[in-house]
């Protein structure tokens, strides 16, 4: 299966763009309402399946399948353990986005070739 096709060549960078958009802010609230004192267990499971559910949409099954078990810490109320697993899809994330980038960037070669009239 091909997702980018001439048709819209620009289809797969704005999906990876629109994630990395809406997962930024989602991993930055999670952050911010785990750091609460007594955080709402409930928003936090909100959020939390929100972010699953675009990042297994998108193929990003390590994050997805962290987010099953950050869901589960939300479920018991533990925060020690929600804290541990948003780090662990933080760093997935990072490193998704890290190797994304380089795909963005060739794409932004790809489209500045193909205005000079290389295609």
């Not at 299966?1 to 060549?9: K, R, V, W």
């Not at 999670?30 to 609460?36: C, I, M, N, V």
């Not at 795909?103 to 205005?115: D, P």
């Amino acid at each position: 299966m091909q997702l980018q096709d001439a048709s819209n060549p620009d289809f797969v960078a704005e999906v990876v763009e629109l994630y990395f958009e809406d997962s930024a802010g989602k991993v930055d609230k999670l952050e911010a309402k785990l750091a609460a004192p007594a955080p709402d267990f409930n928003e936090v499971d909100q959020l939390v399946h929100q972010f699953k559910g675009s990042s297994a949409s998108f193929g990003a099954q390590a994050i997805a399948a962290l987010c099953v078990q950050l869901r589960d810490g939300c479920m018991r109320g533990d925060k020690a353990q929600c804290q541990a697993l948003l780090q662990q899809v933080k760093q997935n994330y990072g490193l998704l986005k890290e190797k994304l980038e380089v795909f963005m960037r060739l794409e932004a070669q790809r489209k500045q070739l193909q205005a000079a009239g290389g295609q």
